[in-house]
């Protein structure tokens, strides 16, 4: 070949090379993007096209029941329909149309929905509990259409009753995002539900079961086409509690809505009974779904009906603290069984008049005396003997000031005041006249109903304070085997002190003391009332509101020699002490009859013989 | 130009070897057309397929067997047939899926204009660059006296006529494809104007000045794309940010990809092409649905093949006897390139998403019928190498 034809062929012969380096280069760049996405990143891809063709649903444990000390039921676990939404393949315009359908709010879901995948979870989160049959059957119909959508049956709390124990159950709902960060529910994924106060949470884990797992593989549809694996779930353990319900339903039946408390324990162990607090709410609300309105009404009622009154209300103790008062004299030695006071109806000091509740005047007092007619005047002149120093510290030894450490979450402290604690809160200095107004148990002084039970279940049974509980030691050792049972607390009190203070709170009972109401004729009551004012007498008497009225106290233990069970109840605004009184007289008549009922015959009668002779 | 009955090149002396390549490439298509489209509405797409695979090497055939010289003679007026045709679609047919692409025909086919238009152009305008090329002697020949090189830098008067003419034959259907609308078929056609021009008429400074124009037309081209050819750019950009729509295909083909991994999850086996979580896994997408299946070896074995199908057209090109048989050649590898590369930017993410399928593999006769008249036509310049 020559001449023309040899120089067509070099024709744009440099630009034809270049043509080619530059189609080598491209497909060199494309391979190497492969690489990239194959050689280098497999394994997290293989993991997403595993999470795309694994659709994992969670078997829920159901949560384990909650029984009082005869094995009836405060909490147990129903079967219902729930509706879970996975959030990796939930679409937003589905959101809207499911929302509606479900009577959800559309943007709540949302937010929810990134929430969950902040948390790094992106199947399925519960999206509706408790679905009604024509839910059901909108999901069922709409599968292919929804296909984040699943049900699920699964089981939900119920609470037995319209808020029976409600305070001390607490409630289990979903854990909020909060939760989820703290380390107590460490455990708990996104959409667990946990419980939020009370028993539900102080015993969270025991009652938690562990959920289970089904793997299906499904296709880009939604559409199940075969079962991977099963991993049953694990129910959560049962729970028994030392309430008695017959006592827990007589206290909250007592208190009948108002405001107040009513604790009862057995003060040789610190077994709670009765663990009361009014109002009540209804803990199956929190477990259906509350609607933000709902939730905003019940935090913002005045009555506040969240609140556990029992360990968490503070209030005056009033002459509920005189016997305490009564003990630090005797054992300060600064008083006997001798020592008198005359009652003239008040007592001038510094300019001011304190007066005795009683305005005609007890006339002479000794002790026992002044705690069965409560005088005022007998322990103003007390207090000032022994300040209030000596006072706070008697105080804090009988258990007041402090936490009670009850296996509930969020107690209140309560305050015992001193002269530092002015100082160092009011930064001002402590004056005498405090001091006579702590003595009968109102001012700064104040306590829960549940440390009153416990000071003076502790004094009754001769100074040895049981750490309140709302589980027995068996069953706590069945839950937490390496947990030593806390040694109670004792203060070694002379016997004869103890006896002048239980003389004085017979007398409040069964004698001519201000306690008649609580009195029983099967068993012996001792105890002590307490009204304790919220304002000042001028004052309430001049507005006559009845959020001034004085709160009404009594403290009562039986039997009186050999104290079982104390039983401290508090009505707020109560107006007087034998409202109180009959509160706690008929929970004692209550566990009487199951005392006498269910004790073993032999046992009985022994206890009767053994008791006659000191009776 | 013409050439005598007895000179016409029988089947013996077609290129085995590049009918070898396309074969290793379409069977390896119909493969996987079969294995993403099992169990599904689709299932009997492979064999279909087959069917489009044996018309195109009719097609191949028929586009060998006449002298391309007299095929580059008749191009004009397929051209105006195929212009009068795109006409008459936007004109007259309703959109389907919003767009005017498809012409009914008598018959009960409808013919996807713009592909016939396609061979039409490259035909045509190779034709004509032709005409503009550097005379041989003047290239290259060495020892040619400096008065003839100057005569060869200055322009012929000619020239810019068919520059404006090249231009007009290109933009008329580039324009009523863009119209119907279809951005990725008339981005498509590019090549088959961009190679001859840069091949024959421009000079380097003035392709460096082109690309540069270009670049800054880029924002202004921008402005004129519709919203959802904008969300495909920008979600090729960020698929992460709007995973459930716009990025989707992207993820999804990210990860068929990428769980592949060196060897592949083996044929039929590949959960993100089987359980469709994977869109379009026999067509545009089909690179992704094999790199799950056939894993990197697979595609490297496939780009490997790609890559020997465009060396062995380019070898075609420098052989050719004329300059209108190179620019054929080199406009069928520039659209060939093109095409692979848009498809397969696109799958692995480097690429928006245009909707281009990938040449000899992705399901669809329009485009394979194209692709294989096409490399006929290449065929038929490597068949017409020896001047006689």
Redo the contacts between chains.
């Keep these: 070949?020559t001449g023309?034809?040899e120089?067509?062929?070099?024709?744009?012969?440099g630009?034809?090379v270049l043509?080619?380096c530059i189609?080598?280069a491209?497909?060199a760049?494309?391979?190497l993007?492969?690489?990239e996405?194959?050689?280098l990143?497999?394994l997290?891809?293989?993991a997403?096209?595993?999470e795309?063709?694994v659709r994992s649903l969670p078997l829920l444990a159901p949560r384990g029941d909650v029984l009082d000390r005869r094995g009836r039921s405060l909490a147990s676990s129903r079967v219902a329909s729930s509706g879970l939404i996975n959030a990796a393949l939930a679409?937003?315009g589905n959101l809207e149309r499911i929302a509606a359908r479900l009577g959800l709010d559309a943007r709540h879901l949302e937010r929810r929905i990134r929430d969950a995948q902040r948390f790094g979870r992106f199947g399925y989160i519960p999206l509706k509990e408790r679905l009604s049959v024509a839910e059901i059957a909108f999901v069922e119909a709409n599968r292919t259409d929804f296909p984040e959508v699943a049900i699920l049956d699964e089981t939900a709390r119920r609470y037995s009753g319209s808020g029976v124990a409600a305070h001390l159950l607490g409630y289990v709902s979903e854990a909020s995002t909060a939760e989820l960060n703290s380390r107590e529910f460490l455990l708990s994924g996104f959409g667990a539900t946990i419980g939020k106060s009370g028993i539900e949470k102080r015993y969270n884990q025991w009652l938690t079961g562990r959920d289970g797992q089904l793997r299906r593989?499904?296709?880009?549809?939604g559409r199940s086409?075969e079962t991977l694996s099963v991993t049953k779930a694990v129910a959560g353990k049962r729970l028994k509690l030392t309430i008695d319900l017959d006592l827990q339903v007589v206290a909250e039946l007592g208190l009948n809505g108002r405001k107040g408390a009513v604790v009862a324990l057995d003060p040789r162990n610190g077994e709670i009974l009765a663990l009361a607090s009014s109002p009540v709410y209804d803990p199956n609300m929190f477990v259906e779904g509350m609607s933000t309105g709902e939730w905003q009404q019940v935090h913002a009622d005045p009555q506040e009906p969240l609140l556990n009154r029992a360990i968490q209300g503070t209030w005056a103790m009033g002459s509920v603290f005189k016997p305490i008062h009564a003990l630090a004299g005797l054992e300060a030695g600064v008083l006997d069984e001798s020592f008198t006071v005359s009652c003239a109806g008040g007592l001038a000091h510094g300019g001011s008049y304190f007066g005795c509740h009683n305005r005609d005047g007890h006339g002479p007092v000794n002790l026992v005396q002044a705690i069965a007619l409560s005088c005022d005047v007998f322990f103003y002149q007390l207090g000032q003997l022994l300040g209030i120093e000596t006072i706070a510290r008697y105080a804090r030894l009988a258990g007041l000031g402090a936490k009670t450490r009850v296996d509930l979450p969020d107690e209140v402290p309560g305050l015992v005041p001193s002269t530092r604690w002015k100082v160092q809160t009011l930064l001002q200095p402590w004056h005498s006249g405090e001091t006579i107004v702590v003595s009968i148990g109102q001012g700064a002084m104040s306590v829960t109903p549940i440390q009153a039970a416990h000071a003076i279940g502790g004094l009754a049974v001769g100074g040895t304070w049981h750490r309140p509980r709302l589980v027995s030691r068996e069953q706590m050792a069945q839950i937490d085997p390496s947990a030593r049972p806390a040694p109670p607390r004792r203060w070694d009190i002379d016997r004869e002190h103890l006896e002048l203070l239980r003389k004085g709170m017979w007398t409040v009972v069964n004698g001519a003391g201000t306690g008649r109401q609580a009195r029983l004729a099967d068993i012996e009551v001792c105890g002590k009332t307490g009204t304790s004012q919220r304002v000042s007498n001028e004052t309430r008497l001049r507005y006559n509101r009845p959020e001034f009225e004085d709160d009404a106290w009594f403290v009562g233990f039986a039997p009186c020699e050999a104290p079982e069970i104390v039983v401290a109840a508090l009505i707020e605004n109560g107006k007087h002490s034998y409202h109180a009184a009959a509160l706690v007289r008929d929970v004692l008549a209550v566990w009487t009859l199951h005392r006498n009922r269910s004790a073993p015959v032999d046992a009985d009668r022994s206890l009767a013989a053994a008791r006659k002779p000191l009776a | 130009m013409t050439q005598g009955a007895a000179n016409t090149p029988g089947l013996r002396n077609f290129d085995w070897v590049m009918i070898a390549l396309i074969l290793a490439i379409s069977l390896q298509g119909l493969l996987q057309v079969y294995s993403s489209t099992r169990d599904t509405e689709f299932q009997s797409a492979y064999s279909l397929h087959a069917v489009w695979l044996g018309l195109g090497l009719v097609a191949f055939w028929l586009l060998s067997a006449v002298d391309y010289h007299s095929l580059a003679d008749a191009s004009p007026v397929l051209w105006l047939v195929c212009v009068a045709a795109l006409a008459a679609i936007l004109l007259w047919t309703d959109p389907v899926n919003g767009s005017r692409r498809w012409l009914p025909t008598p018959f009960g086919v409808s013919i996807q204009v713009s592909e016939v238009t396609k061979l039409a152009l490259v035909l045509v305008i190779a034709k004509y660059c032709s005409r503009i090329a550097p005379r041989p002697a003047e290239h290259r020949v060495a020892g040619d006296s400096a008065g003839r090189r100057r005569s060869a830098r200055a322009a012929p008067p000619s020239s810019l006529r068919i520059l404006v003419m090249v231009a007009t034959v290109f933009v008329v259907p580039f324009v009523l494809v863009l119209n119907q609308p279809d951005l990725g078929t008339a981005l498509s056609m590019c090549p088959i104007l961009a190679l001859p021009l840069l091949l024959s008429a421009a000079r380097m400074k003035h392709i460096a000045v082109a690309a540069i124009v270009a670049l800054l037309l880029l924002p202004v081209g921008w402005s004129v794309l519709k919203p959802y050819q904008k969300s495909r750019i920008t979600s090729f950009l960020e698929p992460d940010k709007d995973p459930r729509s716009a990025g989707y295909q992207i993820i999804q083909s990210r990860i068929a990809i990428g769980s592949g991994g060196l060897w592949g999850q083996g044929v039929a086996q590949g959960s993100q092409t089987q359980l469709r979580f994977l869109p379009t896994p026999h067509t545009d997408f089909i690179l992704a649905s094999l790199a799950e299946e056939r894993g990197f070896i697979g595609v490297a074995i496939l780009l490997a093949l790609f890559y020997a199908l465009l060396a062995r057209i380019v070898q075609t090109a420098k052989l050719a006897q004329d300059p209108q048989g190179t620019l054929i050649a080199m406009s069928v590898a520039g659209l060939l390139l093109f095409h692979v590369v848009v498809n397969v930017g696109m799958v692995v993410n480097k690429l928006p998403v245009t909707g281009l399928p990938l040449p000899l593999m992705s399901y669809g006769g329009s485009s394979l019928l194209t692709v294989l008249a096409m490399l006929g036509l290449v065929n038929n310049v490597r068949l017409r190498r020896f001047v006689n």
Excluded at chain 1, 7 to 13: D, T
Excluded at chain 1, 217 to 221: A, G, I, K, P
């Design positions: 070949m023309p034809a120089s067509a062929r070099g024709f744009a012969r630009r034809i043509f080619q189609a080598a491209l497909l760049f494309l391979l993007s492969f690489w996405l194959q050689g990143n497999s997290g891809y293989a997403q096209a595993e795309n063709r679409r937003p593989l499904v296709d880009s549809r086409l």
